[in-house]
């Protein structure tokens, strides 16, 4: 007889009912200051009285993971402190403590006056906006880089990274599963320009500067993997009782699974880099800005300018580039971070009043006039029919996709020789400059929809002003329907199927002998 088990019992207990916790602008009306709100996941237990056990006060968030989080959104002010108070004289005399456990329902994020002027203090909107504080990781992030997370000598190529992980890792860093694992990335790798744009190939464990490096990547159980990039929970440090900071699982919404199994649990031991963890710890709480910047009222952001990485545009910024922040955030978050086209398929350049804006599509899109008879159908975008190509099938070629240039009514093109004159900040902050809203949103405005179809249908209509390729295009599709061909109309039909025709009788004229000459060859070569 089999040993047959029971059914598994999960050994959950019933949780606590979770809540969010407002953190608010103090800059702005109650009304719509909300920058993001956070899960209650942690509980904090209450002084124990000699002999009795402790008890807990009920959910609530450890309070400097809130602080990181402001002082990132805050384009990494970490001179900010939390107060249940809105007005900055009360909220000085009113701080909640860093280690402590927030139990209210909002509290306001308060920064020192430092840019000298009663404006609201900038946020940042998104990550690709966001510049990492190198050299600034707060103490305790940069606590999580002991010794013992020194990479070995051991170096693999990108293509085994999997394999490296292997050896370094060997399991789960969650759970210690050895089954059913995959490569995990800290900074996705649809972040590959921000990434660039950053210099994060500092941090790199080996010599390359690709973001496929072991600095930058973990082990995960495959179903946390997908838990992780969605994203449902992040690492980061917090203390531990008589053992020092330790880096682990963070859970930002509800689920009773993950709170009983995994929450507040330290991770297995891995040599990845405390920086890239405090990246993915940013990555991740951009997305929760949609609300503050949707709500139709004007902003005052802080945006990095175009290729110059130290200095920042500070201005408002109208309700609807704000919700364009927001939106293209959510599409670049619905994608799987895993998904990137190489940099290298380009299909197109269309110049935007002196600046190339170039567009990535999956097949290049040619001019009509451009292409050539050829045997190989994929280079003119048709297929020849089925008992000439066995069972292949007709295709077309996808055009390029929309670009999303700035708006050329607002746009403004530096000079390559010297960087745009704009008015200076306080001493205090030399790097940060204020711009006008109008230059400012030009660096990163709404997207023009179909701007790249609009070229290409232009530049097929100068090429091509008569639309013969519309028509041949037409002409082709009704002969594979079922129209009849004339004698003379074979040849046209099959080269615009994609094959090649040859002229018999041209290739004749071409050889220089005469009919009888060439006949008269043909017969002496046979007979001997």
Aim: neutral net charge; hydrophobic residues 30%; glycine residues 6%.
């Amino acid at each position: 007889m089999l040993d047959i088990r029971p059914p598994f019992v999960s050994s959950i207990l019933q949780p606590p009912s979770r809540f969010f916790i407002f953190f608010r602008h103090p800059g702005y009306d109650d009304s719509n200051n909300v920058l993001f709100k956070l899960h209650a996941s942690d509980t904090a237990p209450t002084c124990c009285r000699d002999g009795e056990p402790a008890q807990h006060r009920g959910p609530g968030l450890y309070a400097q993971f809130a602080l990181d989080a402001c002082a990132i959104i805050a384009d990494n002010r970490t001179d900010g402190w939390l107060s249940s108070d809105r007005d900055p004289e009360l909220a000085r005399n009113n701080r909640v403590a860093a280690g402590s456990t927030l139990h209210a329902r909002s509290y306001y994020f308060h920064l020192e006056d430092s840019e000298g002027s009663d404006l609201p203090y900038s946020i940042v909107p998104s990550f690709r906006e966001w510049s990492f504080p190198h050299d600034r990781l707060p103490a305790h992030w940069a606590l999580l880089s002991s010794p013992s997370n020194t990479t070995s000598n051991a170096t693999f190529t990108p293509s085994n990274l999997t394999a490296a992980l292997t050896v370094r890792d060997g399991c789960c860093r969650i759970t210690g599963h050895k089954e059913e694992l995959q490569v995990a990335h800290l900074v996705p790798q649809a972040e590959l320009d921000w990434w660039h744009a950053n210099d994060m190939a500092r941090y790199n464990n080996g010599q390359g500067y690709s973001l496929d490096d072991t600095a930058n990547v973990m082990l995960l159980r495959a179903d946390l993997h997908i838990a992780f990039d969605k994203p449902r929970f992040v690492f980061v440090p917090k203390p531990s009782d008589g053992c020092g900071i330790r880096l682990v699982f963070h859970l930002l919404g509800s689920s009773d699974e993950y709170e009983h199994y995994h929450h507040n649990r330290e991770l297995h031991e891995s040599k990845v880099s405390a920086d890239l963890l405090f990246a993915r710890f940013a990555w991740t709480l951009f997305p929760l800005l949609g609300a503050f910047l949707s709500c139709k009222k004007d902003r005052r952001l802080a945006l990095r300018i175009a290729g110059h990485n130290q200095m920042l545009s500070r201005g408002f910024f109208s309700a609807a580039d704000c919700e364009g922040f927001s939106q293209t955030a959510s599409r670049k978050r619905s994608q799987s971070p895993k998904k990137r086209k190489p940099d290298g398929d380009v299909c197109g350049s269309a110049p935007i009043n002196g600046a190339v804006v170039k567009a990535q599509a999956n097949t290049p899109a040619s001019s009509p006039n451009s292409r050539k008879r050829r045997n190989t159908s994929e280079e003119n975008g048709k297929f020849p029919p089925d008992h000439l190509r066995g069972r292949a099938k007709r295709r077309k070629p996808s055009p390029c996709p929309a670009l999303s240039p700035p708006s050329s009514s607002s746009i403004s093109t530096p000079s390559s020789s010297r960087p745009p004159s704009f008015p200076a900040e306080p001493s205090s902050q030399p790097e940060h400059t204020e711009v006008p809203c109008t230059v400012a949103s030009s660096l990163s405005a709404p997207a023009i929809p179909h701007l790249a179809q609009q070229w290409l249908d232009s530049e097929r209509l100068r090429s091509d002003p008569e639309q013969t390729w519309m028509q041949d295009n037409t002409w082709v599709e009704l002969v594979w329907a079922g129209k009849s061909l004339a004698g003379h109309e074979i040849k046209r039909w099959l080269e615009l199927s994609g094959c090649e025709v040859r002229d018999s009788n041209a290739e004749e004229k071409d050889d220089g002998r005469g009919p009888c000459e060439r006949n008269g060859t043909d017969q002496e070569g046979g007979e001997g």
